[in-house]
């Protein structure tokens, strides 16, 4: 920049009172040429020492996008890992079940609950016990994972559908409308959703998986629009979405197809650990009463059945609380580790 500044004084040296001339011209021509050449390398150099810095590379390759970077950082992280490895496992016995235990051994309708073994102990032949219709309580926890797990994923699919939806809706037109949604969801954001799920289900009398389901979405999908809301008024204002405006291109188009996409990714940390979350409450429901009910079981409704003889037999419970536990932590650890991931500013 000072050879720049020395070059001008220069030049204006040389035009000062006298003629301009076709030898200045030349020689002014001359000193802006190497001015310029000289600050085009500085800023070369510049960029690729910033390069260098970012270990990016200079020449020609594209930087990672922002799920690049996010598998970039998942990758080097053991809690994603290990809670890959249980959630993968999990959904293995949920979807399917007859790999790992014998459907007969759930139900006395089939024969396989005999009350001679009524409590038995964790042996070689009941791996985790008995219960007290003889069950095999082993059979009963693995084929107990797909009730959970289902009420889990569909719960967290529509609340983060819902949730999106409105959230993107508020933020992009702002207004009144923002103004209406935004009180909505702090309605609902004040509503407890344990409590508020226990008066629902028992105000409708609908004790099943689908009732449930429609409590969680009703009272959970305010996370996510909160979320996708303020996503969304920063995403309107990007330079993409200028121009596919300045390109004629209607709202509906720019919401749905340019800002949702941009504005969704906070959701999918909160379907991750919603879905740890939703399957607890599903537990909790069963343990109630108020969720799954005979013939149809969950580790919910076996953990209610085994408060009854616990101190008797202790691992009536243990057992389907730990995958239930296990579970859910999982699902949680993992969406913390996603959204450290998707946040730039916590990426180190």
């Not at 500044?5 to 000193?31: H, I």
């Not at 969406?335 to 916590?346: C, F, N």
């Amino acid at each position: 920049m000072s050879e720049f500044f020395s070059g001008r004084r220069e030049t204006e040296a040389l035009t000062d009172g006298e003629p301009v001339t076709d030898q200045l011209l030349d020689q002014v021509g001359e000193d802006a040429e190497r001015d310029s050449q000289a600050l085009a390398d500085q800023v070369r150099r510049q960029e690729a020492e910033a390069a260098a810095s970012e270990q990016l590379p200079v020449s020609g390759a594209r930087p990672r996008s922002l799920l690049g970077d996010a598998w970039y950082e998942l990758r080097h992280r053991p809690i994603f890992w290990v809670s890959s490895v249980v959630i993968v496992a999990v959904l293995a016995i949920a979807i399917f079940p007859n790999a790992f235990a014998d459907v007969d051994e759930t139900s006395s309708l089939t024969g396989g609950c005999n009350f001679d073994n009524y409590l038995q102990p964790p042996s070689s032949q009941f791996w985790f016990g008995t219960d007290q219709l003889g069950c095999d309580v082993y059979s009963l926890t693995i084929f107990g994972a797909r009730p959970s797990l289902a009420v889990g994923l569909i719960a967290s699919l529509l609340t983060v559908a819902l949730g999106s939806a409105i959230g993107v809706i508020a933020g992009f037109y702002g207004g009144w409308i923002d103004a209406v949604l935004s009180r909505i969801v702090d309605i609902f954001f004040g509503l407890p959703l344990l409590l508020g799920g226990i008066v629902v289900l028992t105000a409708i009398s609908f004790p099943s998986i689908w009732g449930v389901v429609f409590v969680l979405v009703v009272l959970g999908w305010v996370s996510a629009a909160r979320l996708v809301r303020s996503t969304t008024i920063e995403a309107k204002g990007q330079d993409y979405v200028m121009a596919a405006r300045a390109l004629g291109a209607s709202n509906s188009r720019i919401m749905w197809r340019h800002v949702l996409p941009n504005a969704i990714g906070p959701s999918i940390v909160v379907a991750v650990i919603g879905l740890g979350v939703y399957i607890g409450a599903e537990a909790t429901f069963s343990y109630l009463g108020l969720g799954l009910q005979d013939p149809d079981f969950s580790w919910g409704t076996m953990i209610s059945s085994a408060q009854e003889v616990f101190f008797q037999a202790p691992w009536t419970l243990l057992f389907p609380a730990g995958f239930l536990t296990l579970t859910i932590l999982a699902f949680i650890l993992m969406g913390d580790a996603v959204s450290e991931a998707l946040d730039p500013k916590r990426q180190k």
